[in-house]
């Protein structure tokens, strides 16, 4: 029998998708202090593993029908500039909240690596 979504229970993505939550009930429901290195850095770090463990579950199941399929590295590259470009440079000028940050960029940077590394490998 054949082993259903194995990249959604690969450690690393498990623990991004935990912290993020943890974040996020932090943020808005425990309102708890936390140190300002991992309230400013800590979704960005987690968003892009998240991200690119759903488009590689997506496209092995809908377009490669193959467990063996990987994300191609220049996919990687152009996830990581369009998810940059967008909420560090678009999106400021559109929204109050929203705040460019070039460490963001970094962040995103490493779990793009962080994902290639330990997550893009065949199923």
Not at 34 to 57: F, K, Q, R, W
Not at 89 to 99: K, R
Request: hydrophobic share 55%; aromatic share 16%.
């Amino acid at each position: 029998m054949r082993k259903s979504w194995p990249e959604f229970r690969h450690p690393l993505f498990i623990v991004c998708v935990l912290l993020y939550a943890a974040y996020q009930l932090n943020r808005y429901v425990l309102h708890r202090p936390m140190p300002e290195l991992l309230t400013s850095y800590l979704g960005d770090l987690a968003a892009m593993p998240v991200m690119l463990s759903l488009a590689l579950a997506a496209q092995r199941r809908l377009v490669a029908k193959s467990r063996a399929f990987v994300l191609p590295d220049l996919w990687l590259l152009a996830a990581w500039a369009y998810v940059s470009v967008f909420f560090e440079a678009i999106l400021p000028y559109f929204s109050a909240t929203a705040v460019g940050d070039p460490f963001d960029v970094v962040a995103y940077a490493v779990g793009t690596l962080a994902f290639r590394h330990w997550l893009n490998r065949p199923g």
